[in-house]
């Protein structure tokens, strides 16, 4: 085969590799492909790459990888940890992919009696590679797990660190020694796949310690919501003779319409108060219950007018109690902050149900007029309208739950009030 040819299966086979990169890397970025980055970063980097061959052979694997990364954050916007993080994830799979299928491709030309070139064998290599990306794309959830272990492994920087430094090793050593890595392809597979293993692992143990803290730390603080709501369930029943015994003692002091009005009057009242109460004790999740009942006494006290209606008891969600828990708590409190700095008809509407296969969670406060700017920046790190530190986490802590769990944030006014919608599926 001509110098011409192998050259062409070259490029063609950079090209296909790229494009499965890209898809890799988006399939963990975005829910919905973005052809246009996709496209720029495949060209971007199709383009480099015999520009940079040209010039540094010796360190080529490891200076087009800091370019590919440098050109993902510009294109993408993220951190460079988050870069770097998502780079690493999908240069392992694109790796141990394409060592795998050398190795079977190399295996089946020599069961033919054929010595096959690094060359060719790449340029059959990468249309797998390429086919194995969509497919990972398309019916694995990769992104759902990213979102879910990306902020516990962003605590073990070191470990992300250490496999970027072994691709490019392995890179380097199959750049200048291909046929090494092929012989000792097994070598070179298995310590990737075990140092994956040993860090999910990890991973989930830890994942699994601190979400089983937080749910007992979701215990201990609405335990004494809980008891407090049971007394008042037991106050009132108490009371009830009590009501009876006024009802008994309307009916013998009042004659006629008097008795007709006063018992009306009175009654309304008492249905009133035990309609609430019944609210609560028909809510069949306590964490839930125990949230609205703390939320009700909070309204009392700043003067806000909390009307909620739950339909669901949030038994079926995918979340956590913690989870749920810190979403109605941030809501609601950005709700009443808002809505307290208004003198008059302070309003706070909660609505939980289950809508459309999909669960909902949804607060509605009137507030005071709101920047487009602000707008737009509420559920970022770090933004807030307050003065002083630690602030600005709240709605960004919803935003990572909900994310986590592929679920969708609308924000919308009618009128003066603001509207926050969260569908979880």
Known sequence: MSSNTLYILSVISSILENISLAIMYESIEKKKFNYMKAAIFVIIS?????????????????????????????????????????FVIMLLIAMVSELILSVLIGYAYKCFGY????????????????????????????????????????????????????????????????????????????????????????LLYTF??????????????????????????????????????????????????DLKRNLEDYLKGLNFSFREMDKFVEVDNKILAAIVYSKMQQANELGINFNYMIKSNLKGIGLKEYEYSEILNNLLDNAFEATVKIKDDRNVFLKVGFEGGK????????????????????????????????????????KKIVETHMGKIQLSFEEEYIIIRIEIP
């Open 46 to 86: 199709s383009i480099t790459i015999p520009i940079m061959s040209s010039f540094s052979e010796k360190i080529f694997s490891l200076t087009l990888y800091i370019i590919m990364i440098i050109i993902l954050k510009i294109i993408y916007k993220d951190s460079m940890f988050d870069t770097l993080l998502k």
């Open 115 to 202: 010595n096959v070139d690094m060359t060719i064998r790449g340029a059959c290599v990468t249309p797998l590679l390429l086919i194995i990306c969509v497919c990972i794309y398309r019916f694995v959830p990769i992104r759902k797990y990213y979102l879910r272990y990306k902020y516990d492994i962003k605590q073990s920087y070191r470990l992300v660190l250490s496999i970027f430094i072994y691709i490019c090793g392995t890179k380097f050593i199959y750049d200048n020694k291909n046929e090494f890595v092929i012989n000792n392809s097994i070598f070179f597979i298995m310590i990737p796949v075990l140092f994956i293993t040993v860090i999910t692992a990890y």
């Open 359 to 398: 669960y909902i969670i949804e607060t509605k406060n009137n507030s005071l007029p709101m920047k487009i700017d602000d707008a737009g920046e509420m559920f970022n790190k770090g933004f807030t309208t307050k003065k002083g530190e630690g602030h600005g986490y709240g709605l960004y802590n919803v």
């Open 208 to 257: 699994k310690v601190k979400e089983q803290m937080k749910d007992i730390e979701t215990y201990n603080q609405y335990s004494p919501i809980i008891v407090n709501l049971i007394d008042d369930v037991r106050r009132r029943q108490h009371d009830f003779k009590n009501h009876l015994n006024t009802i008994y003692g309307i009916v013998q002091t009042s004659d006629g319409d």
